[in-house]
């Protein structure tokens, strides 16, 4: 038996290995660096990998290979788009991560312990959640990209085991924190076992783990299609939890509450684009021919996630559960565009996924300005009068309730009638009059709470607006301007995703 070297497109590799690259010298800047320097050096590192990937991901557009790792990834002109989205989204995401304030000086220390009161008082700040940043983003570029199931699954547990570390270091409400990681990490071992469970049978269909030796057993109908339909379930299942789609979402409400905010933003926004580009290369290339097997369930899925999204949102009282069971309704908007299974469902996923997930990060970095003696206020009743204390920060927050809310003129408006529209040419009628009418409902709840911040008096209870660094001003502002760029001028946007997107098999 004779060993064969793998072969490595390094230059297709190289936004990838860029970002471990700087996680890696982020970890040594923990060990080496002193801690007055460290949040400065570790910013301006992670901005600088953040920005370097970015523009090697551009470079590497009009590369002719196409393949990469032995045939386990490929760069096609959709990986080119949502790697470019996954980036951009996280460095906005990482002007707001850098507003220390938000984290625990003290990890490993016991809430309320004298440790912790310590760690407090000496000015402690915990700064590994840069690296621990990268290292999810790296998973987050993999994740899509990947072209057969084992570097899938690796990708899955890259970008999911460093999120379960940030959600659990929040500055105040400790234990809520804590509660919150331990939630996400339990229910996202269960969703693991289940994707590796559909991998088994994926294989004892197909013989192969790739995605070209799949698709070629659907193709052929070789394999035995009870295999067939265990694996896509069980593999669906973990797709399904990423996004968090019902009956996969009870994670996300409690751990968007309980999470630091900045965290809550970046994961809301960015692991949404990773895992639905994964979940439309799968369906679009390796299932395709499989439609029967699995559009009925996941259109039945899709609009039970629409509405349950849209109708629970509107009893939630914290304005963090709210935008969590927004996120639920919203992943239910993107599943049409799976279930589209056409050019112009790729290309509306795509705009899609940018578009909300600049939005979700400004709406978060919004609700860490809110805050009275304890930190941030998240109770919806004590943001009456909202915009009579500050009516920047009232306005910006509402555009960008108004574009989840889809209204004219903001990028949601385009993204919703892109995706909608893409379904119905597929036929899928139930799934757009379902999301219309769980749009409609969404609109009451959004516009109520605008109404609660423009035209109610504001209580004295303590609550104000925190006046935004530097940094969290430049997520704030880059995020609206966005959002309402895209909707006033879509077009070019729109065309090089015109132009960009169709899958390579």
């Keep these: 038996m004779t060993f064969t070297a793998p072969v490595l497109n390094y230059t297709l590799l190289s936004p990838m290995l860029i970002l471990l690259g700087g996680a890696l010298i982020g970890v040594l800047v923990e060990a080496f660096v002193s801690k007055a320097l460290r949040p400065i050096v570790q910013l301006i590192l992670t901005v600088g990998t953040l ?20 045939g386990s990834v490929v760069i096609d002109g959709p990986a080119i788009l949502l790697q470019a989205s996954i980036l951009i989204i996280s460095i906005i995401s990482v002007f707001l991560i850098a507003d220390t304030d938000q984290f625990t000086a003290l990890a490993a220390a016991l809430p309320g312990s004298d440790e912790e009161r310590h760690a407090v008082q000496t000015g402690n700040q915990v ?34 085991l460093p999120l379960y570390l940030l959600a659990g270091l929040s500055r105040r409400r400790r234990l809520a924190s804590q509660e919150a990681a331990l939630k996400y990490f339990l229910l996202g071992a269960f969703s693991s076992a289940f994707f590796l469970f ?11 783990v790739t995605f070209a030796g799949i698709r070629e057993s659907v193709v052929g109908g070789s394999g035995n299609d009870v295999l067939l339909l265990i694996g896509i379930a069980f593999v ?13 979402h009870a994670w996300s409400p409690d751990v968007y509450q309980g999470a630091p905010t900045p965290v809550t933003g970046f994961m809301a926004a960015a692991t949404k684009v990773a895992a639905f580009g994964a979940m ?22 899709a609009i039970i996630t629409m509405l349950f ?59 860490t300005l809110v805050r009275d003696s304890g930190g941030e206020v998240t109770d919806l009743n004590r943001w009456k009068g909202l915009g009579k204390r500050s009516p920047w920060v009232a306005a910006t927050f509402a555009g960008f309730l108004l574009a989840f809310a889809g209204i004219p003129l903001t990028s949601g408006f385009i993204g919703k ?43 004295q209870d303590g609550t104000s607006i925190e006046i935004p660094s530097i940094l969290t001003r430049t997520a704030i502002s880059s995020s609206i301007v966005l959002t309402i760029l895209l909707g006033v001028y879509p077009a070019p946007l729109l065309t090089m995703i015109t132009n960009f997107s169709t899958f390579i098999r």
């Design 51 to 70: 920005v370097l990937s970015l523009v090697q991901v551009w470079r590497i557009r009009d590369e002719e290979s196409t393949t990469a790792a032995m």
């Design 127 to 160: 700064t590994e959640v840069y690296p621990l940043t990268l290292f999810a983003i790296s998973g987050m570029m993999l994740f899509p990209v990947s072209t057969d199931l084992i570097t899938l699954f690796v990708a899955l547990e890259m970008l999911s």
């Design 280 to 301: 439309l290369r799968i369906y679009y290339t390796v299932f395709a021919n499989a439609e029967w097997s699995w559009s009925p369930l996941l259109s039945a899925i």
């Design 309 to 367: 999204g849209s109708l629970v949102a509107i009893a939630q009282r914290d304005v963090k559960r709210m935008l969590a069971y927004s996120s639920i309704a919203h992943a239910g908007f993107l599943l049409a565009g799976v279930i589209a299974l056409n050019k112009a469902g790729l290309e509306a996923s795509i705009f899609y996924l940018f578009a909300y997930g600049v939005a979700t990060v400004g709406a978060f970095a919004v609700v």
């Design 417 to 459: 009638f892109s995706i909608f529209s893409a379904a119905y040419e597929n036929g899928a009628k139930g799934v757009v009059i379902a999301g219309v009418l769980s749009s409609a409902v969404a609109a009451f709840f959004y516009i109520r709470v605008i109404v609660l911040m423009f035209f109610t008096d504001p209580i």
């Design 236 to 248: 669906s299942i973990g797709l399904l939890f990423k996004v968090g789609a019902v009956p996969f």
């Design 198 to 208: 559909g991998m088994a049978y994926l294989y004892g269909y197909s013989g192969s």
